[in-house]
């Protein structure tokens, strides 16, 4: 399998957080830079993002989950769409993602507002580095707020949160 690499590497973290207590993790991919009104610059994706999925699309989102007993990587991504791939070029979509990255789930970036706050219950800390992606952590403060709002079902949200960089970095140096 080609992507054996990234695979050990989400492992490798997914590890790393389990020995912490545990946890969510959040990374996204870099933005779509337009260029002029019609016309965007060529893509180019986040490397921290890249390091651990291997996955080039914009618009997507990695969470990683750590629990006692649980280790799952859940990619959102573009829809598979047919019509836009004339203009943008291919899209894998959620399934076929899935399958080529080795992700244990995958849903469209569409569902990421729906699927986070599950995602984040129950959480002991969540890994996340803030001031990365602005708008990743206006959704993040919402999702959290989200998970809040059921505490009386004794649902709890995170209370910790871990600079994400800076056990990627360290994973990073040995290449």
Not at 97 to 126: I, Q, R, V, W
Request: include cysteine; hydrophobic fraction near 45%.
């Amino acid at each position: 399998m080609p992507n054996s690499m990234f695979l050990k590497r989400r492992l490798a973290l997914l590890a790393q957080m389990q020995a912490q207590g545990g946890g969510v993790a959040i990374l996204t991919t870099a933005p779509e830079q337009v260029r002029n009104s019609d016309c965007n610059f060529a893509f180019r994706h986040d490397s921290y993002f890249y390091y651990l999925s291997g996955f080039t699309e914009p618009e997507a989102v990695l969470v990683l989950r750590a629990t006692a007993h649980v280790q799952e990587s859940i990619l959102f991504c573009r829809d598979k769409d047919p019509e836009m791939e004339i203009w943008e070029g291919f899209r894998y979509g959620a399934e076929a993602a899935k399958l080529a990255f080795g992700f244990d789930l995958a849903y469209s970036n569409k569902a990421l507002d729906e699927k986070m706050p599950d995602l984040l219950a129950d959480c002991a800390k969540l890994f996340h580095s803030s001031g990365h992606a602005i708008a990743l952590d206006l959704q993040l403060q919402g999702w959290v707020n989200a998970v809040k709002r059921r505490a009386r079902s004794g649902v709890t949200a995170p209370s910790h949160t871990q600079d994400l960089h800076g056990l990627l970095d360290e994973m990073r140096l040995f290449k």
